[in-house]
């Protein structure tokens, strides 16, 4: 089974500051991650993925996200957030083979302030 | 469809009531999942449909809870005598090779 842990619930920010949104995962078979975003009452939308390849992926907004195979880790970076890029954003495993259902951690809520 | 669409996006049940939520997934999308996301919380998986087949039902919380997808397509998710705790958003979200796609939701509130 999988399992993502977000070590921060709330992450406030300045506006144009840096900004880093903490996610673990626990897995025993290779993954697939993924950074979804949440917008007020909306749904959730994909912001970057991690299938293969090059560890570091990017947003076209921004941000972008390294997978650390030995750390278990696939944190969310930008380097100056805009007061739009508040939002919830969750973090979501699925196994590379096998079960199709995605795990997802509790969530981060980024808050922007002027 | 250009996205995963879902109706009602809100819905107000009195305790007891039954009430069904659908889905339609993005045209093509062999997969489709239902998600419960109660407030503050991430999204826990609910039930798992390939086509018309539900090859993973371990998420419903308890025999209130059915979800079907009778033509491979549309899907509902039926809660039956609602009860307080059922109030949550329910997401519902297509797959296509790899990433999955979420509608907006319904946010179910049981007064």
């Known amino acids: 089974a999988q399992s993502v842990t977000q070590l921060d619930s709330q992450v406030p920010v300045f506006e144009e500051a840096p900004v880093e949104l903490r996610c673990n995962y626990s897995?025993?078979?290779?993954?697939?991650l993924f950074w979804y975003v949440q917008y007020p009452n909306q749904g959730l939308q994909l912001l970057l993925k991690?299938?293969?390849?090059?560890?570091l992926v990017e947003s076209i907004n921004g941000f972008e996200a390294e997978f650390n195979k030995s750390q278990t880790s696939f944190h969310l970076r930008k380097p100056s957030v805009h007061i739009s890029d508040t939002a919830e954003y969750f973090c979501?495993?699925?196994?590379?083979?096998?079960?199709?259902?995605?795990?997802f951690g509790q969530g981060t809520r980024l808050t922007i302030n002027p | 469809g250009a996205g995963v669409s879902q109706s009602p996006r809100y819905k107000v049940a009195k305790r007891g009531q039954d009430v069904a939520l659908r889905c339609d997934p993005i045209?093509?999308?062999?997969?489709l999942f239902w998600y419960q996301q109660a407030l503050g919380q991430g999204p826990e998986f609910l039930t798992y449909?390939?086509?018309?087949?539900?090859?993973?039902k371990s998420g419903l919380p308890s025999d209130r809870f059915f979800a079907e997808r009778p033509e491979g397509s549309v899907s509902t998710l039926k809660i039956q005598r609602t009860q307080q705790e059922d109030s949550a958003v329910y997401l519902c979200?297509?797959?296509?090779?790899?990433?999955?796609?979420f509608g907006q939701g319904t946010r179910l509130t049981v007064v």
């Open positions: 979200a297509s797959r296509g090779n790899t990433e999955a796609f």
């Open positions: 897995s025993s078979v290779s993954v697939y």
């Open positions: 991690y299938l293969s390849g090059s560890t």
């Open positions: 979501a495993v699925i196994p590379a083979q096998g079960a199709q259902k995605l795990v």
């Open positions: 045209s093509g999308h062999v997969s």
């Open positions: 449909f390939q086509n018309e087949a539900q090859l993973d």
